[in-house]
């Protein structure tokens, strides 16, 4: 196992995803109202971008795809929006952060895992920019110089749960599927890597599942079980290296 994969949102950072959604486009809302004196339009170009970046195909990043979209809606004035919406990822997005909480065994997990020489990455739905992961991280305790990479909208031409989304994290990295883990909440977006022969893992704590699958079908637990779940992988592959 050489690289492991992590969700964000209610992996790492635990977090009522509804909740902060509802609580996000809030404001956003107020946000837009302060500096446009109107939020309806902007809050329906911010809508729409991020709905064409969940359907990109990968013939553009998402940031081109979102900014497109926006445009659309908004025209000239998306020029200047995209300075506003960085001051509101720089500021007031921290107001968000009181709709999540620490785990204590994350940061621990990673430095265990930085240990061990492991490709740590972040694979979060990349309908974010660069500034708005980190913070997400920083809330969570964890130090995004710890991490290889970080999916974001700027980086990213795909998101969950298209296969794709993965393949481009394999082919930045020229990693094998069979070399890698990835440890998620939701059972669609982050189980579905499987099927690219990605080993998975599925935290429970705040657990997704859209479509009532068995989860039975997946290692899953909390982070202490994950831990264990790697030590048991790690003795399995050195011990058929050996052989």
Not at 223 to 240: G, H, V
Request: with cysteine; glycine share 4%.
């Amino acid at each position: 196992m050489k690289a492991i994969l992590f969700d964000l949102d209610a992996t790492l950072l635990p977090m009522d995803q509804d909740l902060f959604i509802k609580e996000y486009f809030a404001s956003l809302n107020r946000f837009f109202i302060r500096n446009k004196g109107a939020s309806q339009p902007a809050l329906q170009a911010v809508m729409e971008g991020t709905q064409r970046m969940l359907m990109n195909q990968g013939d553009k990043t998402n940031e081109e795809v979102f900014w497109e979209a926006y445009s659309s809606i908004l025209g000239k004035e998306a020029a200047s929006d995209k300075a506003l919406l960085e001051k509101f990822y720089e500021n007031e997005f921290d107001e968000l952060k009181q709709f999540c909480h620490k785990e204590n065994q994350v940061k621990s997990l990673i430095q265990n895992l930085k240990q061990k020489n492991k490709i740590l990455i972040i694979a979060s739905n990349p309908v974010f920019p660069l500034v708005a992961q980190k913070k997400r991280m920083q809330w969570a305790g964890v130090n995004p110089q710890d991490f290889a990479y970080i999916t974001s909208y700027e980086n990213s031409k795909y998101c969950k749960p298209k296969l794709k989304y993965y393949e481009e994290i394999l082919i930045q990295f020229h990693l094998k599927a069979a070399d890698c883990l990835m440890v998620g909440n939701d059972v669609s977006e982050d189980m579905v890597s499987k099927e690219l022969g990605i080993d998975v893992f599925l935290i429970t704590d705040h657990l997704i599942n859209r479509n009532k699958e068995d989860i039975t079908l997946y290692p899953h637990g909390n982070f202490e079980q994950l831990l264990r779940y790697i030590e048991i992988k790690e003795k399995s592959d050195k011990i058929t290296k050996n052989n």
